[in-house]
Protein backbone atom coordinates (compact mmCIF):
# COMPACT_ATOMS: atom_id res chain seq x y z
CA UNK A 1 0.00 0.00 0.00
CA UNK A 2 1.05 3.26 -0.80
CA UNK A 3 1.64 5.39 2.21
CA UNK A 4 0.43 8.97 2.67
CA UNK A 5 3.36 10.82 3.13
CA UNK A 6 3.45 13.97 6.10
CA UNK A 7 5.23 16.79 7.08
CA UNK A 8 5.29 18.57 10.27
CA UNK A 9 5.78 22.31 10.76
CA UNK A 10 6.56 23.41 14.44
CA UNK A 11 8.17 21.06 16.19
CA UNK A 12 6.89 21.84 19.93
CA UNK A 13 4.13 19.70 22.03
CA UNK A 14 1.69 19.66 19.33
CA UNK A 15 4.17 18.49 16.79
CA UNK A 16 5.57 16.03 19.26
CA UNK A 17 2.26 14.51 19.84
CA UNK A 18 1.49 14.66 15.73
CA UNK A 19 4.77 12.15 15.37
CA UNK A 20 3.75 9.97 18.09
CA UNK A 21 0.22 9.88 16.71
CA UNK A 22 1.33 9.21 12.72
CA UNK A 23 3.30 5.91 14.52
CA UNK A 24 0.10 4.41 15.26
CA UNK A 25 -1.22 4.91 11.80
CA UNK A 26 -0.19 2.26 9.42
CA UNK A 27 -1.23 4.15 6.04
CA UNK A 28 0.84 7.20 6.67
CA UNK A 29 4.30 8.16 6.66
CA UNK A 30 6.68 10.83 8.25
CA UNK A 31 8.86 11.93 5.96
CA UNK A 32 9.77 15.52 7.97
CA UNK A 33 9.86 17.73 10.46
CA UNK A 34 10.39 21.59 9.95
CA UNK A 35 11.33 23.86 12.47
CA UNK A 36 12.46 27.45 12.89
CA UNK A 37 14.53 26.50 14.67
CA UNK A 38 18.30 25.18 13.63
CA UNK A 39 17.85 21.77 12.85
CA UNK A 40 20.20 20.64 14.39
CA UNK A 41 18.65 21.41 18.12
CA UNK A 42 15.67 19.76 16.89
CA UNK A 43 15.61 16.03 18.05
CA UNK A 44 12.62 13.90 17.04
CA UNK A 45 11.51 10.56 18.29
CA UNK A 46 12.55 8.53 15.47
CA UNK A 47 15.88 9.09 13.60
CA UNK A 48 14.71 8.42 10.55
CA UNK A 49 12.69 11.39 9.61
CA UNK A 50 14.45 14.47 8.68
CA UNK A 51 14.90 17.49 10.21
CA UNK A 52 14.94 20.43 8.00
CA UNK A 53 14.67 24.50 7.99
CA UNK A 54 10.78 25.80 7.73
CA UNK A 55 12.67 27.26 4.30
CA UNK A 56 13.22 24.41 2.90
CA UNK A 57 9.77 23.31 2.96
CA UNK A 58 8.94 24.74 -0.62
CA UNK A 59 11.67 22.09 -2.33
CA UNK A 60 9.49 19.33 -0.34
CA UNK A 61 6.15 19.99 -2.67
CA UNK A 62 6.30 16.54 -4.65
CA UNK A 63 7.73 14.68 -1.23
CA UNK A 64 5.06 15.54 0.91
CA UNK A 65 0.98 15.01 0.75
CA UNK A 66 -0.22 16.47 3.56
CA UNK A 67 1.39 18.91 5.97
CA UNK A 68 0.41 19.34 9.62
CA UNK A 69 1.24 22.76 10.81
CA UNK A 70 1.81 22.79 14.68
CA UNK A 71 2.60 26.31 14.86
CA UNK A 72 0.28 28.56 17.55
CA UNK A 73 -2.70 30.86 16.52
CA UNK A 74 -2.01 33.89 17.77
CA UNK A 75 1.18 34.53 15.36
CA UNK A 76 2.51 30.98 13.75
CA UNK A 77 -0.79 30.55 11.63
CA UNK A 78 -2.14 33.39 10.33
CA UNK A 79 1.30 33.58 8.49
CA UNK A 80 2.08 30.38 7.90
CA UNK A 81 -1.24 28.92 7.14
CA UNK A 82 -2.17 30.66 4.17
CA UNK A 83 1.95 30.62 2.61
CA UNK A 84 1.72 26.70 3.13
CA UNK A 85 -1.92 26.41 1.40
CA UNK A 86 -0.74 27.50 -1.43
CA UNK A 87 1.95 24.68 -1.95
CA UNK A 88 0.28 21.80 0.32
CA UNK A 89 -2.94 20.32 1.32
CA UNK A 90 -2.92 21.17 5.22
CA UNK A 91 -4.20 20.65 8.25
CA UNK A 92 -4.05 23.22 11.07
CA UNK A 93 -5.60 24.00 14.60
CA UNK A 94 -6.08 27.50 14.41
CA UNK A 95 -8.81 28.16 17.43
CA UNK A 96 -8.84 31.96 17.75
CA UNK A 97 -12.42 31.95 17.90
CA UNK A 98 -13.53 35.62 16.84
CA UNK A 99 -11.21 35.61 13.63
CA UNK A 100 -11.70 32.41 11.96
CA UNK A 101 -13.88 34.11 9.09
CA UNK A 102 -11.19 35.70 8.46
CA UNK A 103 -8.23 32.80 8.27
CA UNK A 104 -10.89 30.79 6.26
CA UNK A 105 -10.91 33.88 3.65
CA UNK A 106 -6.62 33.95 3.69
CA UNK A 107 -7.00 29.59 3.64
CA UNK A 108 -9.23 29.65 0.85
CA UNK A 109 -7.67 31.77 -1.63
CA UNK A 110 -4.40 30.20 -1.58
CA UNK A 111 -5.85 26.83 -1.43
CA UNK A 112 -7.74 27.14 -4.49
CA UNK A 113 -4.51 29.31 -6.49
CA UNK A 114 -2.68 26.09 -5.51
CA UNK A 115 -5.16 23.84 -6.49
CA UNK A 116 -4.84 22.03 -2.66
CA UNK A 117 -6.77 21.45 0.26
CA UNK A 118 -6.65 22.94 3.44
CA UNK A 119 -8.86 21.80 6.82
CA UNK A 120 -8.45 24.48 9.26
CA UNK A 121 -9.57 24.97 13.15
CA UNK A 122 -8.73 21.04 13.57
CA UNK A 123 -8.65 19.61 17.37
CA UNK A 124 -11.25 19.35 20.06
CA UNK A 125 -12.59 22.71 20.40
CA UNK A 126 -12.76 24.31 17.09
CA UNK A 127 -12.95 20.59 16.36
CA UNK A 128 -15.20 17.61 18.01
CA UNK A 129 -16.77 20.04 20.05
CA UNK A 130 -18.09 22.18 17.24
CA UNK A 131 -19.36 19.39 15.46
CA UNK A 132 -21.16 17.66 18.52
CA UNK A 133 -22.80 21.34 19.25
CA UNK A 134 -23.83 21.73 15.25
CA UNK A 135 -25.49 17.74 15.43
CA UNK A 136 -26.90 18.87 18.82
CA UNK A 137 -28.89 21.96 17.64
CA UNK A 138 -29.25 20.45 14.11
CA UNK A 139 -31.08 17.25 15.63
CA UNK A 140 -33.22 18.88 18.35
CA UNK A 141 -33.57 22.55 17.04
CA UNK A 142 -35.86 23.38 20.46
CA UNK A 143 -33.45 23.14 23.10
CA UNK A 144 -30.01 24.55 24.78
CA UNK A 145 -26.41 24.16 24.03
CA UNK A 146 -24.22 23.93 26.74
CA UNK A 147 -20.04 23.79 26.39
CA UNK A 148 -18.10 22.72 29.77
CA UNK A 149 -14.06 22.95 29.60
CA UNK A 150 -12.12 20.93 32.26
CA UNK A 151 -11.12 19.72 34.05
CA UNK A 152 -8.07 20.97 32.44
CA UNK A 153 -5.06 22.64 32.76
CA UNK A 154 -5.46 26.21 30.48
CA UNK A 155 -2.15 26.86 29.15
CA UNK A 156 -2.92 30.51 28.42
CA UNK A 157 -4.51 31.14 31.90
CA UNK A 158 -1.12 29.51 33.24
CA UNK A 159 1.41 31.94 31.29
CA UNK A 160 -1.09 34.91 32.50
CA UNK A 161 -0.29 34.07 36.24
CA UNK A 162 3.40 33.59 35.37
CA UNK A 163 3.45 37.06 34.18
CA UNK A 164 2.67 37.97 37.37
CA UNK A 165 5.68 39.87 39.55
CA UNK A 166 7.22 37.27 42.38
CA UNK A 167 6.00 34.50 40.75
CA UNK A 168 8.12 31.39 39.80
CA UNK A 169 5.82 29.19 38.42
CA UNK A 170 2.05 28.10 38.07
CA UNK A 171 -0.61 26.04 36.41
CA UNK A 172 -3.90 27.26 36.42
CA UNK A 173 -7.25 24.72 35.95
CA UNK A 174 -10.20 25.28 34.93
CA UNK A 175 -13.19 23.15 36.57
CA UNK A 176 -16.68 22.71 35.74
CA UNK A 177 -19.42 23.43 38.28
CA UNK A 178 -20.83 20.64 39.39
CA UNK A 179 -23.57 21.27 40.56
CA UNK A 180 -24.44 23.55 36.70
CA UNK A 181 -23.59 20.66 34.96
CA UNK A 182 -26.10 18.49 36.69
CA UNK A 183 -28.89 21.03 36.48
CA UNK A 184 -27.85 20.86 32.33
CA UNK A 185 -27.90 16.93 32.59
CA UNK A 186 -31.33 17.11 34.20
CA UNK A 187 -32.77 19.20 31.63
CA UNK A 188 -33.53 22.01 33.43
CA UNK A 189 -32.02 24.55 30.35
CA UNK A 190 -31.12 26.64 33.26
CA UNK A 191 -29.57 30.13 32.32
CA UNK A 192 -25.70 30.28 33.19
CA UNK A 193 -23.37 33.15 33.77
CA UNK A 194 -19.58 32.80 33.51
CA UNK A 195 -19.47 32.61 37.26
CA UNK A 196 -21.86 29.97 37.52
CA UNK A 197 -20.19 27.45 34.75
CA UNK A 198 -16.47 26.93 35.70
CA UNK A 199 -14.31 27.41 38.90
CA UNK A 200 -10.55 28.36 38.29
CA UNK A 201 -7.60 26.92 40.35
CA UNK A 202 -4.18 28.34 40.40
CA UNK A 203 -1.17 26.68 41.66
CA UNK A 204 1.47 29.11 42.37
CA UNK A 205 5.03 28.48 43.36
CA UNK A 206 6.38 32.25 44.55
CA UNK A 207 9.66 33.90 45.03
CA UNK A 208 11.14 33.87 48.23
CA UNK A 209 10.30 37.57 50.13
CA UNK A 210 7.08 38.09 47.36
CA UNK A 211 4.07 39.20 49.00
CA UNK A 212 1.58 36.23 48.74
CA UNK A 213 -1.32 38.40 49.82
CA UNK A 214 -0.24 41.13 46.36
CA UNK A 215 -0.11 37.89 43.72
CA UNK A 216 -3.22 36.28 44.98
CA UNK A 217 -5.22 40.05 44.51
CA UNK A 218 -3.48 40.62 41.41
CA UNK A 219 -4.52 37.07 40.12
CA UNK A 220 -8.33 37.27 41.73
CA UNK A 221 -9.02 40.65 39.85
CA UNK A 222 -7.07 40.18 36.12
CA UNK A 223 -9.49 41.41 33.58
CA UNK A 224 -10.61 38.56 31.56
CA UNK A 225 -8.96 35.52 33.06
CA UNK A 226 -10.01 35.62 36.48
CA UNK A 227 -11.95 38.83 37.14
CA UNK A 228 -15.46 36.76 36.11
CA UNK A 229 -14.66 33.82 38.41
CA UNK A 230 -14.50 32.57 41.81
CA UNK A 231 -10.92 31.56 41.65
CA UNK A 232 -9.00 30.13 44.67
CA UNK A 233 -4.79 30.55 44.63
CA UNK A 234 -2.76 27.73 46.75
CA UNK A 235 1.08 28.39 47.15
CA UNK A 236 3.21 25.16 46.65
CA UNK A 237 6.84 24.62 46.27
CA UNK A 238 8.51 23.75 43.11
CA UNK A 239 8.92 20.28 43.54
CA UNK A 240 5.24 20.36 44.46
CA UNK A 241 4.68 21.91 40.95
CA UNK A 242 6.70 19.71 39.22
CA UNK A 243 5.67 16.50 40.79
CA UNK A 244 2.19 17.01 40.80
CA UNK A 245 1.49 19.11 38.12
CA UNK A 246 3.29 18.51 35.39
CA UNK A 247 0.96 16.64 32.87
CA UNK A 248 -1.44 18.44 31.20
CA UNK A 249 -4.33 17.26 31.52
CA UNK A 250 -7.72 18.45 30.07
CA UNK A 251 -11.34 17.47 29.29
CA UNK A 252 -14.93 18.49 29.01
CA UNK A 253 -18.29 18.34 27.50
CA UNK A 254 -21.02 19.58 25.17
CA UNK A 255 -24.57 18.68 26.48
CA UNK A 256 -27.68 19.56 24.14
CA UNK A 257 -30.69 19.53 26.45
CA UNK A 258 -33.88 19.42 23.93
CA UNK A 259 -37.32 18.67 23.76
CA UNK A 260 -39.21 16.80 20.85
CA UNK A 261 -42.81 17.09 22.12
CA UNK A 262 -44.87 17.23 25.07
CA UNK A 263 -42.61 16.58 28.22
CA UNK A 264 -40.08 14.63 26.44
CA UNK A 265 -36.60 16.03 27.08
CA UNK A 266 -33.75 14.58 25.00
CA UNK A 267 -30.09 14.54 26.41
CA UNK A 268 -26.82 14.54 23.78
CA UNK A 269 -23.53 14.35 26.03
CA UNK A 270 -20.53 14.05 24.79
CA UNK A 271 -17.56 14.06 26.65
CA UNK A 272 -14.35 13.94 26.53
CA UNK A 273 -11.18 13.13 29.38
CA UNK A 274 -7.94 13.61 28.50
CA UNK A 275 -4.37 12.80 30.35
CA UNK A 276 -2.58 14.67 27.51
CA UNK A 277 -4.17 17.33 25.86
CA UNK A 278 -1.80 17.60 23.04
CA UNK A 279 -1.50 14.68 22.40
CA UNK A 280 -5.42 13.99 21.90
CA UNK A 281 -5.47 17.32 19.37
CA UNK A 282 -2.55 15.79 17.51
CA UNK A 283 -4.20 12.66 16.78
CA UNK A 284 -7.37 14.50 15.62
CA UNK A 285 -4.75 16.63 13.21
CA UNK A 286 -3.63 13.32 11.98
CA UNK A 287 -6.84 11.36 11.02
CA UNK A 288 -7.72 14.96 9.50
CA UNK A 289 -5.01 14.73 7.26
CA UNK A 290 -6.26 11.40 5.95
CA UNK A 291 -9.33 12.99 4.49
CA UNK A 292 -7.90 16.31 3.34
CA UNK A 293 -5.22 13.87 1.15
CA UNK A 294 -8.95 12.06 -0.22
CA UNK A 295 -10.62 15.29 -0.52
CA UNK A 296 -7.77 16.45 -2.54
CA UNK A 297 -7.94 13.55 -4.38
CA UNK A 298 -11.77 14.03 -4.99
CA UNK A 299 -10.33 17.26 -6.38
CA UNK A 300 -11.92 19.31 -3.42
CA UNK A 301 -9.91 22.23 -3.35
CA UNK A 302 -9.93 25.46 -1.06
CA UNK A 303 -10.08 25.50 2.31
CA UNK A 304 -12.68 23.41 4.96
CA UNK A 305 -13.44 22.99 8.03
CA UNK A 306 -14.72 19.91 10.24
CA UNK A 307 -18.16 20.73 9.35
CA UNK A 308 -17.54 19.91 5.46
CA UNK A 309 -15.81 16.54 5.93
CA UNK A 310 -17.42 13.34 5.46
CA UNK A 311 -17.29 11.33 8.20
CA UNK A 312 -16.17 8.42 6.86
CA UNK A 313 -12.80 9.43 5.20
CA UNK A 314 -11.38 9.87 8.58
CA UNK A 315 -11.16 6.43 8.88
CA UNK A 316 -8.14 3.66 7.10
CA UNK A 317 -11.24 1.59 6.40
CA UNK A 318 -12.93 1.28 3.22
CA UNK A 319 -16.55 2.52 2.47
CA UNK A 320 -17.91 -1.21 2.35
CA UNK A 321 -15.89 -2.27 5.33
CA UNK A 322 -17.37 0.78 7.55
CA UNK A 323 -20.67 -0.70 6.51
CA UNK A 324 -19.96 -3.73 7.54
CA UNK A 325 -18.46 -3.22 11.00
CA UNK A 326 -19.29 -0.10 12.21
CA UNK A 327 -22.46 0.85 11.15
CA UNK B 1 -37.39 30.77 1.06
CA UNK B 2 -38.45 27.79 -0.73
CA UNK B 3 -39.08 24.94 1.59
CA UNK B 4 -37.70 21.34 1.43
CA UNK B 5 -40.75 19.22 0.99
CA UNK B 6 -41.42 16.23 2.99
CA UNK B 7 -43.28 12.75 2.48
CA UNK B 8 -43.90 10.19 5.11
CA UNK B 9 -44.23 7.04 4.25
CA UNK B 10 -45.67 4.64 7.22
CA UNK B 11 -47.77 6.45 10.10
CA UNK B 12 -46.67 4.77 13.48
CA UNK B 13 -44.63 5.74 16.42
CA UNK B 14 -41.50 6.88 13.76
CA UNK B 15 -44.22 8.52 11.31
CA UNK B 16 -45.80 10.61 14.11
CA UNK B 17 -42.46 11.98 15.50
CA UNK B 18 -41.41 12.70 12.06
CA UNK B 19 -44.10 14.47 11.54
CA UNK B 20 -43.28 16.30 14.67
CA UNK B 21 -39.85 16.89 14.34
CA UNK B 22 -40.54 18.59 10.68
CA UNK B 23 -42.95 21.20 12.79
CA UNK B 24 -39.10 22.59 14.62
CA UNK B 25 -37.82 22.93 11.37
CA UNK B 26 -38.91 25.87 9.64
CA UNK B 27 -36.89 25.41 6.29
CA UNK B 28 -39.55 22.32 5.97
CA UNK B 29 -42.69 21.41 5.41
CA UNK B 30 -44.85 18.52 5.11
CA UNK B 31 -46.47 17.56 2.20
CA UNK B 32 -48.18 14.25 2.61
CA UNK B 33 -48.16 11.26 4.22
CA UNK B 34 -48.45 7.93 2.66
CA UNK B 35 -49.86 4.20 4.58
CA UNK B 36 -50.99 1.11 3.65
CA UNK B 37 -54.19 1.51 5.79
CA UNK B 38 -57.14 3.55 4.52
CA UNK B 39 -56.49 6.68 4.71
CA UNK B 40 -59.76 7.69 6.28
CA UNK B 41 -58.34 5.50 9.62
CA UNK B 42 -55.25 7.52 9.85
CA UNK B 43 -55.63 10.70 11.68
CA UNK B 44 -52.25 13.09 11.26
CA UNK B 45 -52.00 16.16 13.89
CA UNK B 46 -51.84 18.73 11.26
CA UNK B 47 -54.95 18.64 9.28
CA UNK B 48 -53.46 21.00 6.23
CA UNK B 49 -51.75 17.38 5.58
CA UNK B 50 -52.72 15.16 3.00
CA UNK B 51 -53.18 11.42 3.90
CA UNK B 52 -53.11 9.20 0.93
CA UNK B 53 -52.57 5.25 0.28
CA UNK B 54 -48.75 4.47 -0.68
CA UNK B 55 -50.28 3.35 -3.92
CA UNK B 56 -50.46 6.72 -4.99
CA UNK B 57 -46.90 7.48 -3.90
CA UNK B 58 -45.97 7.56 -7.36
CA UNK B 59 -48.03 10.75 -8.79
CA UNK B 60 -45.85 12.80 -6.18
CA UNK B 61 -42.81 13.03 -7.75
CA UNK B 62 -42.51 16.46 -8.41
CA UNK B 63 -44.31 17.73 -5.28
CA UNK B 64 -42.13 15.83 -2.74
CA UNK B 65 -37.78 16.48 -2.46
CA UNK B 66 -37.60 13.67 0.09
CA UNK B 67 -39.77 10.47 1.55
CA UNK B 68 -39.09 9.73 4.69
CA UNK B 69 -39.69 6.10 4.73
CA UNK B 70 -41.14 4.99 8.57
CA UNK B 71 -41.36 1.69 7.96
CA UNK B 72 -39.73 -1.08 10.08
CA UNK B 73 -36.66 -3.21 8.81
CA UNK B 74 -38.08 -6.58 8.95
CA UNK B 75 -40.57 -6.42 6.23
CA UNK B 76 -41.51 -2.91 5.48
CA UNK B 77 -37.67 -1.01 4.15
CA UNK B 78 -36.50 -4.15 2.06
CA UNK B 79 -39.50 -3.85 -0.20
CA UNK B 80 -40.46 -0.36 0.18
CA UNK B 81 -36.75 1.00 -0.09
CA UNK B 82 -35.35 0.39 -2.98
CA UNK B 83 -38.90 0.98 -4.62
CA UNK B 84 -38.75 4.54 -3.22
CA UNK B 85 -35.23 5.06 -3.96
CA UNK B 86 -36.36 4.51 -7.68
CA UNK B 87 -38.51 7.86 -7.82
CA UNK B 88 -37.24 10.00 -4.20
CA UNK B 89 -34.74 10.83 -2.26
CA UNK B 90 -35.31 8.82 0.72
CA UNK B 91 -34.25 8.37 4.32
CA UNK B 92 -34.60 5.16 6.26
CA UNK B 93 -33.98 3.59 9.56
CA UNK B 94 -32.82 0.10 8.33
CA UNK B 95 -31.20 -1.86 11.28
CA UNK B 96 -31.17 -5.33 10.93
CA UNK B 97 -26.96 -4.99 11.04
CA UNK B 98 -26.18 -8.16 9.46
CA UNK B 99 -27.99 -6.89 6.29
CA UNK B 100 -26.76 -3.67 5.80
CA UNK B 101 -24.13 -4.63 3.02
CA UNK B 102 -27.10 -6.24 1.04
CA UNK B 103 -29.79 -3.40 2.19
CA UNK B 104 -27.16 -0.92 1.02
CA UNK B 105 -26.45 -2.73 -2.08
CA UNK B 106 -30.45 -2.70 -3.60
CA UNK B 107 -31.15 0.55 -2.62
CA UNK B 108 -28.05 1.95 -4.25
CA UNK B 109 -28.64 0.53 -7.55
CA UNK B 110 -32.83 2.01 -7.65
CA UNK B 111 -31.37 5.28 -6.46
CA UNK B 112 -28.69 5.77 -9.21
CA UNK B 113 -30.93 4.48 -12.24
CA UNK B 114 -33.39 7.46 -10.86
CA UNK B 115 -30.87 9.29 -10.73
CA UNK B 116 -32.00 10.01 -6.60
CA UNK B 117 -30.26 10.41 -3.17
CA UNK B 118 -30.78 8.12 -0.12
CA UNK B 119 -29.19 7.85 3.00
CA UNK B 120 -30.18 4.63 4.84
CA UNK B 121 -29.92 3.58 8.38
CA UNK B 122 -30.01 6.90 10.03
CA UNK B 123 -31.20 7.07 13.42
CA UNK B 124 -28.78 6.72 16.91
CA UNK B 125 -27.73 3.24 16.73
CA UNK B 126 -27.55 2.67 13.76
CA UNK B 127 -26.54 6.10 13.04
CA UNK B 128 -25.22 8.90 15.70
CA UNK B 129 -23.35 5.72 17.65
CA UNK B 130 -22.21 4.29 14.93
CA UNK B 131 -20.78 8.23 13.82
CA UNK B 132 -19.01 8.32 17.10
CA UNK B 133 -17.38 4.56 16.72
CA UNK B 134 -15.91 5.66 13.31
CA UNK B 135 -14.67 8.73 14.94
CA UNK B 136 -12.95 7.09 18.51
CA UNK B 137 -11.39 4.45 16.21
CA UNK B 138 -9.86 6.93 13.85
CA UNK B 139 -8.77 9.23 16.42
CA UNK B 140 -7.51 6.77 18.60
CA UNK B 141 -6.32 3.80 16.54
CA UNK B 142 -4.65 1.95 19.75
CA UNK B 143 -7.63 1.75 22.01
CA UNK B 144 -10.89 -0.18 22.09
CA UNK B 145 -14.37 0.95 21.70
CA UNK B 146 -17.73 0.03 24.16
CA UNK B 147 -21.29 0.42 23.05
CA UNK B 148 -23.81 0.04 26.25
CA UNK B 149 -27.47 0.58 25.59
CA UNK B 150 -30.24 1.58 28.16
CA UNK B 151 -31.62 2.22 30.55
CA UNK B 152 -34.02 1.69 27.54
CA UNK B 153 -37.20 -0.22 27.27
CA UNK B 154 -36.60 -2.61 24.02
CA UNK B 155 -39.87 -2.77 21.69
CA UNK B 156 -38.29 -6.79 20.73
CA UNK B 157 -37.89 -8.31 23.64
CA UNK B 158 -40.72 -6.84 25.05
CA UNK B 159 -42.55 -8.40 22.37
CA UNK B 160 -40.73 -11.44 23.07
CA UNK B 161 -41.93 -11.79 26.52
CA UNK B 162 -45.73 -10.41 25.38
CA UNK B 163 -46.17 -14.05 23.41
CA UNK B 164 -45.49 -16.46 26.54
CA UNK B 165 -48.43 -18.30 27.57
CA UNK B 166 -50.27 -16.18 29.98
CA UNK B 167 -48.91 -13.09 29.80
CA UNK B 168 -51.16 -10.53 29.04
CA UNK B 169 -48.99 -7.55 29.02
CA UNK B 170 -45.19 -6.82 29.39
CA UNK B 171 -42.01 -4.38 28.93
CA UNK B 172 -38.69 -5.10 28.99
CA UNK B 173 -35.66 -2.60 29.93
CA UNK B 174 -31.97 -2.88 28.96
CA UNK B 175 -29.80 -1.67 31.69
CA UNK B 176 -25.88 -1.46 31.12
CA UNK B 177 -24.26 -2.55 34.26
CA UNK B 178 -22.75 0.25 36.23
CA UNK B 179 -19.82 -1.44 37.27
CA UNK B 180 -18.83 -2.59 33.84
CA UNK B 181 -19.25 0.76 32.59
CA UNK B 182 -16.63 2.12 35.52
CA UNK B 183 -14.08 0.18 34.46
CA UNK B 184 -14.78 1.81 30.88
CA UNK B 185 -14.47 5.08 31.55
CA UNK B 186 -11.85 4.52 34.05
CA UNK B 187 -9.10 3.47 30.90
CA UNK B 188 -9.23 -0.29 32.18
CA UNK B 189 -10.32 -1.61 29.04
CA UNK B 190 -12.08 -4.59 30.20
CA UNK B 191 -12.74 -7.65 28.02
CA UNK B 192 -16.80 -7.95 28.89
CA UNK B 193 -18.97 -10.60 28.16
CA UNK B 194 -22.95 -10.08 27.02
CA UNK B 195 -24.06 -10.72 30.83
CA UNK B 196 -21.18 -8.44 32.21
CA UNK B 197 -22.38 -5.42 30.49
CA UNK B 198 -26.34 -5.60 30.61
CA UNK B 199 -28.96 -6.55 32.97
CA UNK B 200 -32.56 -7.09 31.91
CA UNK B 201 -35.66 -6.02 33.36
CA UNK B 202 -39.06 -7.34 32.87
CA UNK B 203 -42.52 -5.80 34.13
CA UNK B 204 -44.95 -8.72 33.51
CA UNK B 205 -48.89 -8.43 34.14
CA UNK B 206 -50.00 -12.33 34.31
CA UNK B 207 -53.27 -13.86 33.18
CA UNK B 208 -55.42 -14.89 36.47
CA UNK B 209 -54.34 -17.98 37.49
CA UNK B 210 -51.25 -18.27 35.54
CA UNK B 211 -48.39 -19.82 36.85
CA UNK B 212 -45.82 -17.41 37.86
CA UNK B 213 -43.00 -19.65 38.17
CA UNK B 214 -43.12 -21.16 34.68
CA UNK B 215 -43.55 -17.83 33.20
CA UNK B 216 -40.84 -16.43 35.15
CA UNK B 217 -38.39 -19.28 34.20
CA UNK B 218 -39.79 -19.48 30.17
CA UNK B 219 -38.50 -15.58 30.40
CA UNK B 220 -34.90 -16.15 31.84
CA UNK B 221 -34.12 -19.80 29.44
CA UNK B 222 -35.41 -17.90 26.27
CA UNK B 223 -32.65 -18.34 24.21
CA UNK B 224 -30.94 -15.35 21.91
CA UNK B 225 -33.32 -13.23 24.05
CA UNK B 226 -32.49 -13.34 28.10
CA UNK B 227 -30.34 -16.85 28.30
CA UNK B 228 -26.85 -14.76 28.06
CA UNK B 229 -28.02 -12.36 30.38
CA UNK B 230 -29.00 -11.59 34.42
CA UNK B 231 -32.71 -11.28 34.00
CA UNK B 232 -35.10 -9.96 36.62
CA UNK B 233 -39.20 -10.97 36.57
CA UNK B 234 -41.54 -8.36 38.47
CA UNK B 235 -45.00 -9.53 38.54
CA UNK B 236 -47.15 -6.12 38.38
CA UNK B 237 -50.82 -5.15 37.96
CA UNK B 238 -52.26 -3.92 34.24
CA UNK B 239 -52.97 -0.44 35.60
CA UNK B 240 -49.15 -0.54 37.43
CA UNK B 241 -47.91 -1.37 34.04
CA UNK B 242 -50.24 1.40 32.23
CA UNK B 243 -49.30 3.96 34.41
CA UNK B 244 -45.46 3.94 34.93
CA UNK B 245 -43.95 2.19 31.91
CA UNK B 246 -45.67 4.02 29.15
CA UNK B 247 -42.87 5.71 28.50
CA UNK B 248 -40.81 4.78 25.39
CA UNK B 249 -37.68 6.06 26.90
CA UNK B 250 -34.39 4.68 25.84
CA UNK B 251 -30.31 5.77 25.73
CA UNK B 252 -26.56 4.35 25.78
CA UNK B 253 -23.42 5.32 25.26
CA UNK B 254 -20.20 4.94 22.76
CA UNK B 255 -16.85 5.06 24.95
CA UNK B 256 -13.78 4.86 22.97
CA UNK B 257 -11.11 4.57 25.44
CA UNK B 258 -7.64 4.55 23.91
CA UNK B 259 -3.50 5.35 24.38
CA UNK B 260 -1.62 8.09 22.84
CA UNK B 261 1.57 7.46 24.47
CA UNK B 262 3.15 6.54 27.76
CA UNK B 263 0.37 6.43 30.28
CA UNK B 264 -1.83 8.68 28.73
CA UNK B 265 -5.24 7.45 28.31
CA UNK B 266 -7.49 9.49 26.54
CA UNK B 267 -11.12 8.75 27.22
CA UNK B 268 -14.50 9.69 24.52
CA UNK B 269 -17.38 9.40 25.06
CA UNK B 270 -21.22 10.03 23.42
CA UNK B 271 -24.10 9.27 25.64
CA UNK B 272 -27.82 9.73 24.88
CA UNK B 273 -30.43 10.04 27.72
CA UNK B 274 -34.16 10.42 25.95
CA UNK B 275 -37.47 9.96 27.03
CA UNK B 276 -38.43 9.43 23.91
CA UNK B 277 -36.52 6.67 21.70
CA UNK B 278 -39.34 7.08 18.02
CA UNK B 279 -39.18 10.78 18.85
CA UNK B 280 -35.12 11.35 19.11
CA UNK B 281 -34.78 8.56 16.15
CA UNK B 282 -37.33 10.76 13.89
CA UNK B 283 -35.49 14.05 14.93
CA UNK B 284 -32.05 12.75 13.32
CA UNK B 285 -34.03 11.58 10.28
CA UNK B 286 -35.36 14.83 9.66
CA UNK B 287 -32.18 16.58 9.71
CA UNK B 288 -30.66 13.82 7.65
CA UNK B 289 -33.18 14.86 5.09
CA UNK B 290 -31.78 18.17 4.73
CA UNK B 291 -28.47 16.78 3.81
CA UNK B 292 -30.40 14.17 1.35
CA UNK B 293 -31.68 17.10 -0.52
CA UNK B 294 -28.57 19.18 -0.91
CA UNK B 295 -26.36 15.94 -1.94
CA UNK B 296 -28.73 15.41 -4.50
CA UNK B 297 -28.36 18.95 -5.37
CA UNK B 298 -25.09 18.68 -5.39
CA UNK B 299 -25.50 15.49 -7.78
CA UNK B 300 -24.08 12.74 -5.08
CA UNK B 301 -26.59 9.78 -6.52
CA UNK B 302 -26.92 6.85 -4.77
CA UNK B 303 -27.33 5.21 -1.57
CA UNK B 304 -25.49 6.60 1.30
CA UNK B 305 -25.07 6.72 5.27
CA UNK B 306 -24.55 9.06 7.88
CA UNK B 307 -20.50 8.13 7.18
CA UNK B 308 -20.83 9.89 3.69
CA UNK B 309 -22.57 13.04 4.66
CA UNK B 310 -20.33 16.19 5.40
CA UNK B 311 -22.24 17.05 9.17
CA UNK B 312 -22.52 20.90 7.88
CA UNK B 313 -25.19 19.51 5.23
CA UNK B 314 -27.56 18.72 8.32
CA UNK B 315 -28.13 22.22 9.42
CA UNK B 316 -30.11 24.88 8.17
CA UNK B 317 -27.10 27.53 8.59
CA UNK B 318 -24.90 28.47 6.29
CA UNK B 319 -21.33 27.21 5.71
CA UNK B 320 -20.24 31.12 7.16
CA UNK B 321 -22.88 31.12 9.68
CA UNK B 322 -21.53 28.03 11.24
CA UNK B 323 -17.66 28.94 10.77
CA UNK B 324 -19.14 32.30 12.87
CA UNK B 325 -21.53 30.65 15.12
CA UNK B 326 -20.52 26.95 15.80
CA UNK B 327 -16.44 26.49 15.22
Redesign the interface.
Known sequence: MEKIKIGIVGYGNLGR?TE??IE??RDMELVAVFSRRNPEDVHVKNPQVKVLHISDAESYVNDIDVMILCGGSATDLPEQGPEFAKLFNTIDSYDT?AK??EY?SAVNEAAISGKKTSII?VGWD?G?F??N???G??????GATYTFWGKGLSQGHSDAVRRIEGVKGAVQYTIPIEEAVERV?RGENPELTTREKHLRECYVVAEEGADLGRIEKEIKTMPNYFADYETTVHFISKEELEKNHAKMLHGGFVIRS?K??E??????????????NP??T???LV?YA?AAYRLNALGQIGAK????????L???KS??Q???E??
Open positions: GAAQNHIPYSPMSLRLMEAILPERGTGGTNQIVEYSLKLDSEFSSIARTVFDVPVGLSPPELRKLL
